[in-house]
């Protein structure tokens, strides 16, 4: 698999208020709005060719606003939907007793893994690279471990970019690192986004 980049989506409404959005189509706050163009500016020199964004509406606005911004299109994929929390959503983060639980009507985290790596495994191998992937804070997750990462409970912020880089061998560890360079190398060294 080639290098990529993930966005998560800038802040939601749910997110504001600290709630669990889950499949819910929260969207995003002007904050987020703003985030997803400070992305824009963040991704503009890391030469992306294909942006595939969740479908909900949080991830798909800032899709599009980094997409306008670099001139490309965007696809969406179902896949990449955030885990189904059914009757935790709209409930608040704070009141969830554990992120591996099996909340009544919605996925397991196996099952929400699983059915994720089903639609990023194909993305990932595909060209042109490179990808930029938005979508939300269990796909991260469900990248990371994927990828041989430590689960990250936390998640990833709103708004932030982060590169992923394939091992330099076989056996290797993945890296992921959030981007923060504003203007891509000169041409003639390696793009460090």
Excluded: C
Excluded at 36 to 65: N, Q, Y
Excluded at 130 to 142: K, Q, S, T
């Amino acid at each position: 698999m080639p290098p990529f980049l993930f966005l998560r989506h800038g802040q939601s409404a749910a997110n504001h208020e600290r709630v669990i959005a889950g499949a819910l189509d929260s969207p995003l706050t002007d904050l987020g709005e703003a985030q997803a163009r400070d992305a824009a500016a963040l991704l503009a020199g890391a030469g992306i060719r294909r942006i595939v964004a969740s479908p909900l509406r949080r991830a798909l606005r800032t899709a599009e606003i980094v997409a306008q911004a670099l001139g490309l299109p965007v696809t969406t994929d179902a896949g990449l939907v955030e885990r189904r929390w059914g009757a935790w959503e709209g409930r608040l983060v704070a009141d969830r007793p554990d992120y591996f639980m099996v909340p009544e009507g919605g996925e397991s985290w196996e099952g929400f893994r699983d059915r994720a790596w089903v639609a990023l495994e194909p993305l990932l191998a595909a060209g042109p690279s490179p990808l930029l992937v938005v979508a939300h804070a269990g796909i991260m997750r469900v990248l990371r471990d994927r990828l041989g990462l430590a689960f990250e409970a936390k998640g990833v912020g709103n708004g932030l970019p982060v590169r992923f880089v394939p091992p330099d061998g076989p056996g290797g560890p993945w890296t992921a690192d959030p981007v923060t360079k504003l203007q891509p190398e000169p041409a003639s060294t390696q793009p460090i986004v």
